[in-house]
């Protein structure tokens, strides 16, 4: 493998044979993009996840420190289980501290510009790479609004020169995807901040759809 800097990527990117690769999977370890990664696996596609972690600052930690080591740590487990190289790409570093409270738009959402940003330069560094996985279900704003994936591929189309992302499992509820995913990865398929509450909009999502909450 050429000695590429592969900056903003981390490191262990230059570990991973991506010209072996035909996609990447946007991977949190929550329902939808742990679905889409059992989907592509079961496909027999030959895919690589990147996760965006946040690096923590000094304790003491609090809950949402531990929720952000948990989710970082599950998902590392969960794409172990299924065999896909993951890289993990450190947030911090993107100057997250500069985010606003007062969003412009319903349109802004700053995680949607860096996952799109990063799967388009996972394309520049191999233009292999034809399908970039992003998961959604059928309720997932993105899902809804066209003009909301269109700001995703727009980055994408400039990076890549063509719209390589998908969103094969869009039309499927979260019911649905939970069910794609394998037995023993559901327990690491963490989606509350808070160890399971019952009360956030996280819990009561996955309440509606049947999901026993962690
Ligand atoms: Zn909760």
Redesign the pocket.
């Known amino acids: 493998m050429s000695k590429m800097n592969y900056f903003p990527l981390p490191p262990e990117v230059a570990q991973i044979p991506l010209d072996d690769y035909t996609g990447v999977i946007a991977f949190s370890g929550g329902v939808e993009s742990t679905a889409t990664m059992a989907w592509a696996v079961a496909r027999g596609e030959k895919v690589v996840a990147f996760n965006f972690a946040l690096s923590l600052p000094e304790p003491p930690y609090g809950p949402i420190e531990v929720w952000l080591a948990t989710q970082r740590i599950n998902a590392r487990l969960i794409a172990e289980k299924m065999g896909v190289p993951m890289m993990e790409i450190d947030l911090q570093m993107t100057n997250l501290g500069t985010i606003r409270n007062e969003a412009p738009t319903y349109k802004y959402s700053f995680q949607r510009w860096y996952i799109s940003f990063f799967m388009g330069l996972l394309t520049i560094y191999n233009p292999h790479l034809k399908d970039l996985y992003y998961g959604l279900n059928s309720t997932d704003s993105s899902a809804i609004h066209a003009d909301l994936r269109a700001a995703l591929e727009q980055m994408i189309i400039l990076m890549a020169g063509e719209n390589k992302m998908r969103t094969p499992l869009m039309h499927m509820t979260k019911a649905e995807q939970w069910a794609l995913i394998p037995d023993n990865v559901k327990p690491l398929v963490l989606t509350?901040s808070?160890n399971?509450?019952?009360?956030?909009f996280?819990?009561d999502e996955r309440i509606e759809a049947g999901i026993p909450?962690e």
């Open positions: 509350c808070n399971g509450c019952g009360g956030c996280k819990c909450i």
